[in-house]
Every structure is written in structure tokens, then in C-alpha cells.
């Protein structure tokens, strides 16, 4: 597919607005990639703004969100309610987490969940979500709103992470994109 700003390729074959969607997201979790890529581990915990946000506490939260999004298309559970516990240090990395290690499950986590959509018969099946402060009642989204989502939440981190990464040392993502290895 044209229009991406890094050289992204699904592992499996899919078309059509399946394609779209799974390379569209391919190629904004590239660019966030291309944020993160050769900071440190002091670096990623570093707030560089006025925000509690950090580069690795974005890695972490990104890939939980994959995790969750997998979980509730396998599950389908219509009683879920989001667990507020798990909340308390989703945007931190804690000193028994690494960058590496958020990167590898953000890796996973998003091939598994791709994968799953490029099987699923249809977009259009209805997901229950979980309810949650901000969601009190059941909804019911198709996966296809499911994966908008993932791609809306993605970009919005995505911009967040090139703040904070510009504050840190000056790189932007645009420019990076241009000087790295995987785009020599």
C-alpha cells in the first residue's frame, strides 16, 4: 500500500480495507518506534515537559493497550470491567521493567493482535468492551471500530512521544525517519 511513511509489510496476506487498516496501523507503531529508537534506559525515564508522561512509559502503555485489545477480541467477555488496580503504573516503567523488554512485548503484542484480525471472518463483529469510569455502560464496538481506535490511540501517543522526544535531544520523528538504518 502507498501513503506510509516507513517501509512496513504485513507478515500474512490480507486485502482490501483489512489491508488498509493493518498497514495504516503497521506504519504509525513504526513511527513511534522510530521515536523511542536509541534512547536509553535513564533517557526513557526522563520527563523532559511539564507532563508526568516519559518515553518508556508510552513504550509500556502502547503495549498494554495491544494486549487489552487482544484480550477482549479473544474473550468477548460481557461482563469485563477495566481493572483500575492495573492502572496505577501503566505510563511508568518500573525498576524491574526495561525499554527492551516493553519493546519486545509492544512487538508482540501488536504482531498477535494483527494476526488475529487478518483471520477474523468480518469486521464488522460486535465486541463487547469493557465498562469503566469513563465508559459506564456496555458497548459494543465492531472490530473495526476496535482497530480505529488502536489506530487513533497510536497517533495520539505517537505525538506525545515526539514532544518528549524533542525536548530530550532535538530529534523529531519526521527527520529520523529519513537517517535511520532501516530507511538507508
Same mark, same amino acid.
Given at each position: 500500500?502507498?501513503?506510509?511513511?516507513?517501509?512496513?509489510?504485513?507478515?500474512?496476506?490480507?486485502?482490501?480495507?483489512?489491508?488498509?487498516?493493518?498497514?495504516?496501523?503497521?506504519?504509525?507503531?513504526?513511527?513511534?518506534?522510530?521515536?523511542?529508537?536509541?534512547?536509553?534506559?535513564?533517557?526513557?525515564?526522563?520527563?523532559?515537559?511539564?507532563?508526568?508522561?516519559?518515553?518508556?512509559?508510552?513504550?509500556?502503555?502502547?503495549?498494554?493497550?495491544?494486549?487489552?485489545?487482544?484480550?477482549?477480541?479473544?474473550?468477548?467477555? /460481557? *461482563? %469485563?470491567?477495566?481493572?483500575?488496580?492495573?492502572?496505577?503504573?501503566?505510563?511508568? &516503567?518500573?525498576?524491574?521493567? !526495561?525499554? +527492551?523488554g516493553w519493546l519486545d512485548?509492544?512487538?508482540?503484542?501488536?504482531?498477535?493482535?494483527?494476526?488475529?484480525?487478518?483471520?477474523?471472518?468480518?469486521?464488522?463483529?460486535?465486541?463487547?468492551?469493557?465498562?469503566?469510569?469513563?465508559?459506564?455502560?456496555?458497548?459494543?464496538?465492531?472490530?473495526?471500530?476496535?482497530?480505529?481506535?488502536?489506530?487513533? /490511540? *497510536? %497517533?495520539?501517543?505517537?505525538?506525545?512521544?515526539?514532544?518528549?522526544?524533542?525536548? &530530550?535531544?532535538?530529534?523529531? !520523528?519526521? +527527520?529520523?525517519?529519513?537517517?535511520?538504518?532501516?530507511?538507508?
Amino acid at each position: 500500500m502507498a501513503g506510509t511513511y516507513t517501509p512496513v509489510a504485513l507478515p500474512f496476506t490480507v486485502t482490501g480495507e483489512k489491508e488498509d487498516l493493518l498497514t495504516l496501523l503497521a506504519d504509525q507503531r513504526a513511527l513511534f518506534k522510530v521515536t523511542v529508537r536509541g534512547i536509553t534506559e535513564e533517557q526513557a525515564r526522563k520527563r523532559t515537559t511539564v507532563s508526568e508522561l516519559t518515553l518508556g512509559g508510552l513504550v509500556k502503555h502502547l503495549a498494554m493497550g495491544e494486549q487489552s485489545t487482544l484480550e477482549e477480541l479473544r474473550e468477548r467477555d /460481557e *461482563t %469485563a470491567e477495566f481493572d483500575m488496580t492495573k492502572a496505577g503504573d501503566a505510563y511508568d &516503567l518500573t525498576d524491574d521493567e !526495561t525499554l +527492551a523488554g516493553w519493546l519486545d512485548e509492544y512487538d508482540r503484542a501488536a504482531a498477535e493482535l494483527d494476526e488475529y484480525v487478518a483471520e477474523v471472518g468480518s469486521l464488522d463483529e460486535l465486541i463487547p468492551q469493557m465498562t469503566a469510569p469513563w465508559q459506564p455502560e456496555r458497548e459494543w464496538w465492531t472490530i473495526r471500530k476496535m482497530m480505529l481506535h488502536k489506530l487513533r /490511540e *497510536t %497517533a495520539h501517543h505517537s505525538g506525545h512521544a515526539d514532544i518528549i522526544r524533542e525536548a &530530550l535531544d532535538g530529534q523529531t !520523528t519526521m +527527520a529520523a525517519i529519513y537517517t535511520g538504518p532501516e530507511f538507508s
